[in-house]
């Protein structure tokens, strides 16, 4: 067997293979077998008729199809071992000549694992925020619990700020109601800053039973594209006011919040959450920081198949958040502002990153020996059944080879991210 190898892109080759007689011999061989096993010959049980017998009886053309299959399938990847090519998928073939008996020679096209030549992953120029916990973030956590604890009467005035209103509105643009802009009996407290500016202020000063419109324009930088910046009117019920009394921040409402004597331990406590919640924020995004900065450095092609099949899995993501609270796919864009060209381009972007990163730390494992042993990953198993227990369905899968190599290369990934962090602190 002779292979030539051209390159098609930094991810795509196409090789062409020449077979000779001798590999066309041993495919013939294979060939036979596989038909005598079909061959019905008087005097011979089925399936147990000689080569040598079968041979006079299988039709010269489907031994010769038969032969060139066998031919290619046994020797595409042994063609790309040879030019030290992965393929990511199965090869598309061509074959382009065959003379039964002498030589035969096919093209193989795929999309492959590209060669990446990775930067100074020592060097990557990415510094770790320090973490701290503000005095202002545990008075915002100590102001929920005390909402939490808060008294609510409903009240027979005119709706001021802290108090919670129940309303009915509707959000129009042109005249035309816009998605995400209505509900029922939504309740709202007043400065809570949940809505555009204008609007929780707008409703201050009016009583139940009391029909309005608000006119606001939406911020330029709001996230829904279709309504930055836009100009809207807004119709409002108010159906319900409730004066809200908060408990006071003391050490009565440490007690009620756990095993507190005092609030200076509740705070102590809330601090030490707060500070692990950081840490934990802070290191995912520096490792997520590395890795762009990982693959900025290097040079990484992004094999087409695999941009696809991220952006697949981005959309799945996205279809399933989108069921979670009622809504499909396209409503999900029309809520967004955009469409399904514009979502696709910004999520190949996504994808192309994704990609890039997890091309660049498997080099990374590999050219530094990282590995997971049987038993890390036994360990992981244990640790996920016991996690799913209640569920037949995913104890099932953890039985499943494919799920085990997944789960390994998950676990060599965390320890190539891990490596990483070291080598840049």
Known sequence: ????????????????????????????????????????????????????????????????????????????????????????????VNVTKYVPGESAE???????????????????????????????????VLEQL?????????????????????????????????????AKDYKLVLGSKTFIPGFEDGIVGHEV????????????????????????????????????KKAPIDDEMAKKCGPFKTLDELKADIKKNLTAQNEHRTEEKFKDDL?????????????????????????????????????EFEDFLEANGTNLEEWEKEARKAAEMRVKGSLALQTLAVENKITVSDDEVAAKISELKDVYKKSSEAMKSLKDPNVKMNIRNRLVIEKTLDFLVKANS
């Open 291 to 327: 890795v762009k900065a990982l693959v900025k450095k290097s040079t990484v092609p992004a094999p087409e198949i695999l941009i696809d099949d991220q952006v697949r899995a981005i959309k799945d993501d996205v279809t399933r958040n989108a069921a979670a609270r009622g809504m």
């Open 146 to 182: 005390s909402g939490s604890f808060a008294e609510k009467k409903v009240v027979r005035r005119a709706a001021a700020l802290d108090d919670e209103v129940i309303i009915d509105f509707v959000g129009k643009k042109n005249g035309e109601p816009f998605a995400g802009g209505s």
């Open 209 to 244: 039973g009391d029909k309005f419109e608000l006119k606001l324009t939406f911020p330029k930088d709001y996230g829904v594209k279709d309504l930055a910046g836009a100009k809207t009117v807004f119709e409002v019920l108010l159906k319900q006011v409730n004066e809200i």
């Open 106 to 140: 096919y093209t193989a096209t795929a999309d492959i694992v590209p060669e990446i030549k990775l930067g100074d992953y020592k060097k990557l120029g990415v510094k770790k925020p320090e973490v701290k916990v503000a005095a202002k973030d545990i008075d915002n």
């Open 1 to 92: 067997m002779k292979t030539k190898v051209k390159k098609l892109s930094d991810s795509r080759v196409e090789i062409t293979v020449t077979l000779d007689d001798k590999d066309l011999k041993v495919a013939r061989e294979k060939a036979l077998e596989k038909l005598a096993k079909e061959v019905k010959v008087e005097g011979f049980r089925k399936g147990k008729v000689p080569t040598k017998v079968a041979e006079k009886f299988i039709p010269e053309n489907d031994l010769n199809a038969e032969t060139i299959d066998l031919a290619v399938r046994t020797t595409v990847i042994e063609a790309f071992q040879k030019e030290s090519k992965s393929p990511l998928v199965i090869p598309n």
